[in-house]
C-alpha cells in the first residue's frame, strides 16, 4: 500500500473515531501516532521516535514536546500534538519556543485532523510565523502527498526539502492572498483597475460602486473560465467516444466474412434488378448478423437483407415503413420466387 492509501485510510479512521476520543493522548495514540508511522518511522524506537522528547527553554527546564523524530540521534522532526477538537491558532507560539531552542530543521503542530509543517526559511535558526504546508488529513490532494512523500524515512533529505519549501510557502501565501482579493477585493486593487476604465477622479462614491463591479466581474470571469472547461471537457468526451465507435466500427468489420452464399444471393439480386436499373447501383454491405443489399450504397436504401449463416436461411424484404418481412428458404434459389416484390420495391426506391 502507497503513502496516498495509507492516508487515505487515516483519513478514514479519523472520521470514524474522532468522536470517541476524549483526551489529547488519546488523540496522539488513534491519530498522530499512525501518520508518524506511515512515513516510515518506527514510533516504538526511541532511536527514531522520542516521546515526551525535553527540550530546555530559557530558565524553564524540563519542557516537553510530545514528539522527535532522530537522525542519527540529533532531532530533525518535533511534533507538537493538541486535542483533535482544538483549535491550532492558539498553539502555533508553544513549537515555536521549542523550535528555537533545537536544532531541529521542522516542526509540525496538529491535531490529528489538521497538520501544518513549518521550518525557519525567513530567519536562520527562528521558526516561521507561517507554515510552508498544511493540509486536513481528509481532504489531501496530490501535491500536498507528493510534498510529503518527501519527509518519508526512505527520502528524507533536508536539503532537498528546503530548496522547494520555499517556493511551497510562498506560492501558499499568494494563493490565499488572490482568494481574499477574488472574495473581499481591497481598496488598492480596486482603485487598479477602476484607474484602467474610469476616466474621472476616484472617489470614495466610485470606490465603492467599482468594489462591488470588481466582485461582480472576477465572479463572471470565473463562471465562464468554468463553463468553457466544461465545454472543452465535454467536447473532448465526445470526440472520444467517436473513435472508439469509430474503432469498433473497424473491428466489427474486421470480423465480417462475406460467405460464397451471400455473394451468390447478391448475384441473384442483381440479375433481377437489371431489369429496371442499373446492376453498378446495386451494392451490398455486410455485418455480423445479415448482409444489406442496397441502392447506390445507401443504408437508407436497403433492398432488402440476407440471413444465410445460422442453422435456417431467410430472404428479408422491407416494406415502404423500411422494416423488414423475414422468409424463410430452403435454397439460396428460392430469391427467385420473390422477383416481382423485389422489382415492385426498388421501383419504389428509385422515384
Known amino acids: 500500500m502507497d503513502l496516498k492509501d495509507q492516508l487515505k485510510q487515516l483519513g478514514d479512521r479519523v472520521e470514524k473515531l474522532k468522536h470517541q476520543i ?37 530558565l524553564k527546564k524540563g519542557e516537553k514536546i510530545d514528539y522527535a523524530i532522530l ?26 519556543r521549542y523550535f528555537h531552542v533545537s536544532k531541529a530543521k521542522f516542526g509540525i503542530l496538529t491535531n490529528g485532523i489538521n497538520y501544518r509543517f513549518y521550518s ?7 521558526m516561521d510565523e507561517k507554515p510552508f504546508l498544511e493540509f486536513n488529513i481528509n481532504e489531501l490532494r496530490d501535491n500536498q502527498i507528493e510534498e510529503l512523500k518527501k519527509f518519508h524515512k526512505a527520502n528524507f533529505n533536508i536539503e532537498n526539502i528546503v530548496n522547494t519549501a520555499s517556493e511551497l510557502k510562498f506560492t501558499n501565501e499568494l494563493k490565499n492572498l488572490i482568494q481574499n482579493e477574488l472574495n473581499n477585493p481591497s481598496p488598492e486593487i480596486v482603485k487598479y483597475f477602476a484607474k484602467q476604465v474610469y476616466p474621472g477622479i476616484i472617489t470614495a462614491k466610485v470606490l465603492e460602486q467599482f468594489t462591488n463591479l470588481t466582485k461582480k466581474s472576477v465572479q463572471l470571469h470565473i463562471s465562464e473560465l468554468i463553463t468553457e472547461r466544461l465545454k472543452t471537457a465535454l467536447n473532448k468526451e465526445d470526440q472520444v467516444a467517436k473513435e472508439q465507435e469509430a474503432i ?25 434488378l437489371r431489369q429496371k436499373i442499373e446492376p453498378s447501383r446495386i451494392t451490398y ?26 442453422g435456417k436461411k431467410y430472404f428479408a424484404l422491407m416494406d ?32
Open 22 to 58: 476524549q483526551t489529547e493522548e488519546a488523540t496522539k495514540n488513534a491519530l498522530i501516532m499512525p501518520f508518524i508511522q506511515y512515513l516510515g518511522y518506527d514510533v516504538f524506537n526511541p532511536l527514531e521516535v522520542v516521546p515526551e522528547f525535553v527540550s530546555d527553554i530559557g
Open 71 to 96: 537522525k542519527e540521534g540529533v532531532p530533525t522532526i518535533l511534533v507538537e500534538c493538541k486535542h483533535w477538537a482544538q483549535n491550532l491558532n492558539i498553539h502555533d507560539g508553544q513549537l515555536l
Open 120 to 126: 525557519d526559511l525567513v530567519e536562520p535558526n527562528k
Open 248 to 272: 469498433k466500427i473497424i473491428e466489427d468489420k474486421n470480423k465480417v466474412e462475406t460467405t460464397e452464399d451471400e455473394l451468390e444471393a447478391f448475384m441473384i439480386v442483381k440479375t433481377i
Open 285 to 310: 454491405r455486410d455485418a455480423q448478423s445479415y448482409c444489406a443489399i442496397l441502392l447506390d450504397d445507401n443504408n437508407r436504401k436497403t433492398i432488402c437483407r440476407l440471413y444465410l449463416n445460422g
Open 320 to 351: 415502404e415503413q423500411k422494416k423488414e418481412i423475414k422468409n424463410e428458404i430452403n435454397t439460396i434459389d428460392d430469391i427467385f420466387n420473390f422477383s416481382d416484390d423485389l422489382l415492385k420495391y426498388v421501383e419504389y426506391l428509385s422515384k
